[in-house]
């Protein structure tokens, strides 16, 4: 579904990424770990178009994205929610989740994704009126994920979702990526920091150290990796 | 009780052409935090481009109302195509580079604009014709407000109406919104940015076009010069109300406008200048974010 191919990603003169490659079957949950500064944010936003690649391709269903507009990429259905969560503060929940859908024009399947995401997370169709800067963190992250949802999403890219937030919560919204993935069929890369708990959603996982993919193997085996375990895992 | 309201019309009347060119300033800091200070120069096209039109008009034998509309929906077109060009080659390019860059671009291309006309037209002032009609019904009240004041409050008073309207329910609107609230969250919803910053100089031409039509046949001539001093008080105007808020440069305009007028009326016109930039710092020094500006609370 998605194929990275050796990307490198600069800031001005500084390399990012260096020649990372990672697949994403359809179906599939990936995680991405790594620490601060390892480049999973910037993994990201080349995927989406925001700092394209120098070099490399990134494929999306077999048609390359790269110097794509990132209006096109989203159209395509490669949507993102990102670290921090980035509601726009000033609008309602209501309007954040529509202009997650700002691109689609079939006004019955947005109303029937809303009543879908207003479900999965009661709270939201509560605040529905709501200014999105009010909300505590875990509703928003909540919001975000819906109003990603909106966009109807084929491939949906997670940049920390459990940034800031309690245990309890972090629990749910992971229950929740789950369901949507087997649910809503929606392919999941997850980025975390908190990698036991994304190694025990995910199916396969990715270790990145200095903008370099380390290792790739099943989530179980990363889980029982000696190097990972202790890098990354605390064990 | 008489002088006051005469004050008072006159006051709102130039209060709301400042806001209507405001709007245009406000507008755009509020999406790509930069003063546009070309923008004086669009009002100022747009009235020169209405008496060209009226001009040829008037020889083929037009009347009155009907060149006033004509002229202000082609003077609207062109500051619309202006603002547009402006953006696209003085703005655009510099998209990603330091604040300084495209603030010194907006004065550039101020200063390209008065000298273009000056040269394309004349450095005197020219002659505007009295396009807005004399209307019977308002006689008897004709010592407070006059034809043309009506007319300006009615015009700027719609277009604020639908621009408000424009911003809160269309689909461009929201994504208007959008952009000014988090760039980098409207590009990563599938919004067009470009095509939204865009739309925005559009629109703030098209009300500054709007005001210089009105001003034009209001004041009865016009120069290449006109348009500094307008966008002078038009940027004083939202920086009063708070800058980047749409409200807030309307409400600016017209304490603006009001507290000239009062200056003029009561004290001495020389004295007008003075008053409307001393609220302007008595404001900053009491509300330093404007009268409507605020810093808005977030929780992370």
Redesign the interface.
Same mark, same amino acid.
């Given at each position: 579904m998605l194929k990275v191919r050796g990307i490198s990603t600069y800031y001005g003169n500084i390399e990012a990424l260096h020649a990372v490659s990672l697949d994403i079957a359809e179906g599939e949950i990936i995680t991405l770990i790594g620490a601060n500064g390892a480049g999973k944010t910037t993994t990201l936003m080349s995927i989406?178009g %925001?700092t394209p690649p120098r070099s490399g391709d990134i494929e999306f269903h077999g048609q390359s994205v790269v110097g794509m507009? /990132?209006?096109r990429i989203?159209?395509m259905g490669l949507?993102?929610v /990102?670290e *921090?969560r980035?509601i726009?503060?000033?609008?309602t929940v209501l309007?954040n989740l529509? %202009?997650?859908a700002? %691109?689609r024009r079939d006004r019955q399947g947005v109303r029937q994704d809303l009543d879908y995401v207003m479900d999965l997370f009661p709270i939201l169709a509560e605040r529905r009126t709501q200014m999105g *800067?009010? %909300?505590? *963190?875990g509703e928003?992250q909540m919001l975000a994920i819906s109003?990603a949802l909106m966009?109807k999403p084929k491939l949906l890219l997670l940049d920390e979702p459990s940034l800031?937030l309690a245990p309890l919560v972090i629990k749910q919204i992971f229950e929740i990526i789950r369901k949507i993935n087997q649910e809503q069929e929606v392919t999941v890369f997850l980025v975390e920091q908190n990698a036991n708990q994304a190694l025990k959603l995910a199916h396969r996982g990715y270790v990145m150290e200095n903008g370099r993919i380390r290792f790739n193997d099943t989530a179980d085996r990363l889980l029982n990796n000696d190097l990972v375990r202790e890098a990354y895992l605390g064990l | 009780m008489e002088y006051f309201l005469q004050l008072f019309s006159s006051g709102l009347t130039r209060g709301s052409i400042y806001a209507l060119i405001a709007l245009g300033y406000t507008m755009v800091y509020g999406i790509i935090q930069l003063i546009n200070f070309a923008h004086g120069e669009i009002y100022m096209i747009g009235a020169f481009v209405a008496l060209i039109v009226s001009g040829v008009l008037t020889i083929y034998g037009f009347s009155g109302a009907s060149i006033l509309v004509f002229a202000a929906v082609v003077a609207v077109i062109y500051a619309a195509a202006y603002g547009y060009t402006l953006e696209r080659i003085a703005y655009r390019p510099l998209r990603g580079a330091p604040r300084l860059s495209p603030l010194i671009s907006a004065i550039g291309m101020s200063i390209f604009l008065q000298n273009y006309v000056l040269l394309a037209q004349t450095p005197d002032f020219l002659p505007f014709p009295a396009l807005i009609p004399e209307f019977e019904f308002i006689e008897p009240l004709a010592h407070i407000i006059g034809s043309a004041e009506l007319v300006i409050l009615t015009v700027s008073t719609i277009s604020m109406i639908a621009l408000t309207a424009l911003i809160k329910y269309s #689909?461009i609107g929201?994504?208007m #919104?959008?952009t000014q =609230?988090?760039m980098?969250?409207a #590009?990563? $919803?599938?919004?067009?940015v470009d095509r939204v910053i865009s739309v925005t100089f559009v629109i703030g031409s098209v009300l500054a076009a709007i005001g210089g039509v009105l001003v034009g046949s209001y004041i009865g001539q016009i120069n290449f010069y006109i348009g500094f001093m307008a966008g002078i008080k038009a940027f004083t105007a939202a920086v009063l109300g708070g800058i980047g808020n749409i409200p807030g440069a309307v409400l600016g305009g017209l304490v603006l406008g009001l507290s000239e007028a009062f200056a003029a009326g009561y004290i001495s016109s020389a004295y007008e200048d003075v008053f409307a930039f001393g609220v302007l710092v008595l404001i900053l020094i009491l509300r330093p974010a404007g009268l409507l500006g605020r810093a $808005?609370? =977030?929780? $992370?």
């Open positions: 989406c %925001l507009k /990132p209006d989203v159209q949507v993102q /990102p *921090g980035r726009f503060p000033n609008m309007e529509e %202009l997650g700002y %691109l *800067g009010t %909300l505590s *963190g928003q109003r966009a800031g | #689909r929201k994504a #919104r959008a =609230q988090d980098h969250m #590009r990563l $919803v599938g919004i067009d $808005v609370k =977030q929780k $992370v």
